[in-house]
């Protein structure tokens, strides 16, 4: 699969645009994703990952990352809308400073999690608990890096 274009591509291309900065909204979808991501490692402490799960696990997982990327976007005074919005924002991660293999990995997230969505795929428990392995991985350098300004100063 593909990389996402570089974040600038998707702002000439009218899928990212310029907006006020939005620190209401921001702080919204970081406390979304601060109780999302409790739950989730509560339910799957509790539950495991299994068959029955897996999808509603992969879901959630790319929601919390999603949320967290929306924020950051907010804070800088962008917003997405349109076809590839998603793809759109997993390419700031790379502005962020994320590598290739965490583009690359959450844009087949992406992909897998639209197949669920939207063609009723069903995704097996090992995907599901790598994908919450890289969730655990990922999520509080993501946050720290949503959180904190372009020069390190705390916004929240």
Do not use: Q
Not at 45 to 61: F, L
Not at 126 to 141: C, G, H, M, Q, T
């Amino acid at each position: 699969m593909r990389l996402p274009k570089d974040f600038e591509s998707y702002v000439r291309e009218g899928m990212i645009r310029r907006t006020a900065i939005n620190k209401e909204r921001a702080g919204f979808f970081i406390n979304e994703s601060e109780i999302s991501y409790g739950g989730l490692k509560k339910r799957v402490g509790v539950m495991g990952i299994d068959r029955e799960n897996s999808n509603s696990i992969i879901k959630d997982c790319y929601d919390i990352i999603l949320e967290l990327i929306r924020a950051k976007l907010l804070l800088e005074g962008y917003v997405s809308s349109g076809n590839y919005a998603h793809e759109a924002e997993i390419s700031y991660l790379k502005v962020l400073g994320f590598g290739d293999n965490d583009l690359s990995f959450l844009n087949e997230l992406r992909y897998n999690r639209n197949s669920i969505m939207y063609y009723g795929k069903l995704l097996d428990r090992d995907y599901a608990a790598l994908v919450f392995e890289y969730l655990e991985k990922i999520y509080n350098d993501l946050k720290l890096k949503v959180k904190n300004g372009k020069e390190g100063d705390e916004l929240f």
